[in-house]
Structures are given as structure tokens and as C-alpha cells.
Nanobody, 126 residues
Framework: QVQLVESGGGLVQVGGSLRLSCAASGRAFSSYVVGWFRQAPGKEREFVAAINRSGSRTRYGGSVKGRFTISRVNAENTGYLQMNSLKPEDTAVYYC???????????????????WGQGTQVTVSS
């Protein structure tokens, strides 16, 4: 299995940028698909982005497409989520997740992910 720890969250102004990190340990990081999800108070968990094992394929939720970029550096056992042009609606707890198996495209359902980090708070203020 793999252990995941998110970092990089915090308070940022509207229009600002933030980069989240997902540090992995345990099993080889390159064996896992990596996804990012977020959850705002009182709302369901929302798919944000995902990247396949090699980093050659990515997927994004419609609300973040064009603003967020997911990446990974397998040699460093770390995944990243670069967030630009942040809006108040982006305020949420952001979670990194890992899936041990998948299809050609990384999954978007949270039930398809096997391991989760503790989450990091992102707050976008006006």
C-alpha cells in the first residue's frame, strides 16, 4: 500500500495561485494512478483532476479545467496540483488519492481510489 500526505494549502486571494503537493511513501509511487478531489462544507466530494501512472494522460473536472494543472514526478514520489486564477468557489478541503488499478484513462469516481491523504484546506478570499 501507499501513504499519502498533502501539503501546500492555505489562504489566497481571488485570482491568486497555489500549488498543492502529495508526497507518497510505501509502495512504488509509479504503480498508482493519482487523483485530486475536493470537498466544501455541506457538499459532496468533487472530482478535480487525475493523472495516469506515467503522467502521459490527465483528466479534469469541468469547474477547474483551464485553471488547474495536475502533474507528477515519479522519481520524487510526489504529485502536484497547480491551481491558478482561484475563485471563492474553489474553497474546500483538497484530498490526494491513489488507485492501484484502472483503465486507460484515470478514474473520476472517488470509490475507484484505494488510498487517501488527510486533506489540506484551501481558502480563497475576496
Amino acid at each position: 500500500q501507499v501513504q499519502l500526505v498533502e501539503s501546500g494549502g492555505g489562504l489566497v486571494q481571488v485570482g491568486g495561485s497555489l500549488r498543492l503537493s502529495c508526497a507518497a511513501s510505501g509502495r512504488a509511487f509509479s504503480s498508482y494512478v493519482v487523483g485530486w478531489f475536493r470537498q466544501a462544507p455541506g457538499k459532496e466530494r468533487e472530482f478535480v483532476a487525475a493523472i495516469n501512472r506515467s503522467g502521459s494522460r490527465t483528466r479534469y473536472g469541468g469547474s477547474v479545467k483551464g485553471r488547474f494543472t495536475i502533474s507528477r514526478v515519479n522519481a520524487e514520489n510526489t504529485g502536484y496540483l497547480q491551481m491558478n486564477s482561484l475563485k471563492p468557489e474553489d474553497t474546500a478541503v483538497y484530498y490526494c488519492a491513489a488507485a492501484a488499478s484502472g483503465s486507460v484513462l484515470p478514474p473520476t469516481r472517488h470509490d475507484d481510489y484505494d488510498y487517501w491523504g488527510q486533506g489540506t484546506q484551501v481558502t480563497v478570499s475576496s
